[in-house]
């Protein structure tokens, strides 16, 4: 049995943890904690969380738990976005020059944020690009929202079947998976944290993780944590 942090960039990954990743982690005897709302800021003492990317902040809430939980059957990650990921963060700069293969820079900037933390404990994941890639796995899901709206999901079908995989749904202002879905369903930009871990919901990790092998990596590596408590 382990036991495992996972820092969430909002409210939507934040509620899509707890619904999803952590019964299913369970079942590998890998228990998470209530995820958490990473933190951005912290300003008279006190930690601002949620919705924001500065590296700093970010680093040292990280650091700060790692020093208060330092058990080696205790584990963190982290779900946020590559999308508008911020300046500060290490080894940007350099991806730069791999830009033109999402995964391959999204892997680099996982290994920099793990050397720059410096403790085996931490698994970093960043999304590719961004939450709302899930849910065009399957398009259909947006049923739950409101099932007569059947040309806005072929809208969504369509948009999927151009890419090998939701993850490469690129990270265009207007053209991110997110800005995509709400062109469609304005109500879903509305209520981003509520609707996006229903749907996914109703979609399915194994579905997800079928077409999308960024997030599988990641949570099959979650799985695997139990074998690696003691050391």
């Known amino acids: 049995m382990v036991r495992l942090y996972l820092f969430a960039e909002g409210q939507t990954e934040q509620t899509f943890a707890d619904i999803s990743i952590k019964p299913h982690l369970a079942q590998y005897e890998v228990f998470m904690h209530n995820p958490i709302l990473i ?13 924001g990317r500065k590296y700093v902040p970010m680093k040292e809430d990280i650091m700060r738990f790692l020093k208060q939980e330092k058990a080696p059957d205790v584990f ?73 709206r059947t040309k806005e999901i072929e809208a969504l079908q369509a948009i999927a079947s151009q890419y090998q995989t939701p993850e490469l749904i690129n990270d265009g202002q207007q053209t991110a998976p997110s800005k995509r879905i709400i062109a469609q369903f304005p109500d879903y930009g509305k209520a981003k944290s509520v609707f996006g871990p229903h749907l996914a919901e109703q979609i399915g990790l194994q579905v997800i993780r079928s077409k999308c092998s960024h997030f599988d990596k990641w949570l099959s590596r979650l799985e695997s944590l139990n074998g690696e408590g003691i050391i």
């Not at 933190?39 to 919705?51: D, E, I, S, Y």
Request: glycine share 6%; proline share 6%; net charge negative.
């Open 39 to 51: 933190a951005h800021a912290r300003k008279k003492g006190k930690v601002h969380r949620g919705g």
């Open 76 to 148: 963190f990650t982290t779900m946020i976005d590559l999308y508008a990921i911020h300046p500060d963060f290490p080894g940007l700069a350099q991806s730069e020059s791999i830009s033109q293969d999402p995964l391959q820079r999204v892997e680099f900037l996982e290994e920099r944020f793990a050397e720059d933390i410096g403790d085996r404990r931490f698994i970093p994941y960043i999304q590719l690009h961004e939450y709302e890639a899930y849910l065009f796995s399957d398009p259909t899901c947006f049923e739950y929202l409101d099932a007569g």
